[in-house]
């Protein structure tokens, strides 16, 4: 973290400073890693790759089937429906809180990184938990005054493996009159 | 596609051109993609809801079916020895159905890390006509020599 965030992060609600750095939200997908999802996805983009399609490629090159590193965020996405499901739960819920706790109704997501670790095979648990990294100073933006905030996704698998690290940042703001 | 098609990093270097796609985007290709990623947002297979609610002029592919495109875009290049390390997305306007959506890339460098693995950083850009709608900077490690491969490599050997 920076100086700048550092000092701003003083201004915050005692509250929020609590959160930077601290695990929050752990949780494990619905579902295990299907192999049924890897081949529709494959097909919506029309990836040929071996690795998704050949079992003697994937054993070869991969030690077995794995799952394309971009769907790391798709085992998190329900189904659209399940039973006794009561609510479902949002992704990122740390920007949600950020944007209440703050009193900034508006926010965009400005920058997405995604680094990939361990590959997510075909059967794992993989579970999700987030990571507040730092909250900037009050600014006036062109959409309004608002903060900017960057938030970690990690997402391990059963063996406790990373297999994958996403950073959001986001801008939180109040439209100007 | 084979398993023998690969690309090492000796056959890479700054300044190559990745070969252009060009997929003609359809109403079925944006609900397929958005269906594939499980995002039931309406606004990505209702057309009334993009166009009433949202105000855009049709339903548009969703992030993470972009991030399966660019991935596919890459590994159509590497072959399946090629390992992506990491993607940095800027999205800056939308694909809707009736576009044609080429994807173009550049390799930016070509390098080993301090633990020998081959990496190739590539800028690639979506493109609609004349219009850059997304932008991604995306790292992906090569075999770094005959025998080599990226997927092997766990721990303190892989640095994304």
């Keep these: 973290m920076t100086t700048e965030q550092q000092s701003a992060a003083e201004d915050l609600p005692a509250d929020v400073q609590s959160w930077i750095d601290q695990i929050r939200y752990e949780e494990e997908g619905e579902f295990p890693v299907e192999q049924g999802y890897v081949w529709t996805t494959c097909a919506s983009v029309q990836n040929g790759n071996p690795l998704f399609w050949d079992a003697r490629a994937a054993e070869e090159i991969t030690a077995g089937p794995i799952a394309p590193p971009t769907m790391l965020s798709v085992w998190f996405r329900p189904h659209y429906w399940a039973p006794g499901r009561a609510k479902q739960s949002q992704p990122l819920q740390v920007h949600f809180d950020l944007k209440e706790r703050l009193g900034l109704p508006e926010a965009v997501m400005t920058d997405n990184t995604i680094e990939f670790h361990e590959p997510v095979r075909v059967g794992d648990r993989l579970r999700t938990r987030q990571i507040l990294r730092s909250v900037g100073p009050l600014k006036d933006t062109k959409l309004g005054k608002g903060r900017f905030w960057v938030i970690e996704v990690e997402y391990l698998n059963q063996k406790g493996e990373l297999v994958g690290r996403e950073s959001y940042t986001g801008l939180g703001y109040r439209r100007n009159a | ?160």
Excluded at chain 2, 21 to 40: E, F, K, M, Q
Excluded at chain 2, 51 to 80: C, H, M
Excluded at chain 2, 81 to 99: C, E, I, N, Q, T
Aim: aromatic share 8%.
């Design chain 2, 1 to 160: 596609m084979s398993a023998a098609s690969t690309r090492t990093l000796a056959n890479v270097k700054e300044g190559d051109r990745l070969p252009e796609l060009p997929i003609d985007v359809s109403a079925t290709l944006v609900i397929l993609g958005a269906l594939a990623s499980r995002d039931w947002r309406p606004m990505h297979h209702d057309r009334d809801f993009a166009i009433n609610r949202n105000g855009v002029k049709d339903i548009f592919l969703n992030t993470p079916n972009q991030a399966a495109w660019f991935e596919r875009y890459i590994t159509d290049w590497t072959g399946p020895y090629g390992r992506l390390g990491r993607m940095k997305f800027r999205m800056k306007a939308s694909v809707f159905p009736g576009d044609r959506m080429v994807f173009r890339g550049t390799v930016r460098n070509v390098g080993k890390d301090d633990v020998g693995c081959g990496w190739a950083e590539l800028a690639i850009e979506l493109a609609v006509g004349e219009k850059i709608v997304t932008q991604c900077d995306a790292r992906v490690a090569l075999p770094a020599s005959e025998g080599d491969n990226p997927w092997r490599r766990k721990g303190a050997q892989w640095k994304p």
